[in-house]
């Protein structure tokens, strides 16, 4: 997921806040919370999420969990004006 801040100066509290709601779900299996490296990154984001989950069933799963939706619904509302995402599968 990528967000686009309505705060930018907010952005290490979001990532860290981030960072322990969704390291307490169970499901996920890999947690990477970042936020932008250079300029031009910077334009157009203000923090990245990856979650990595065994199968894209356990995604939905984690998707829809209660924990999750807090997440976006409480931690995060308000708090983006852009959210996007998308699912990829690992490379083994």
Known sequence: MLFKLNEPATRDEVAALTQATLSN???????SVGVPADAASEKSWDLSVVVGVANLALLNTVLESPGFVRYLDGTMQGRYAVLKAWTFERLS
């Open 25 to 31: 779900l169970p499901e996920i299996e890999e947690l």
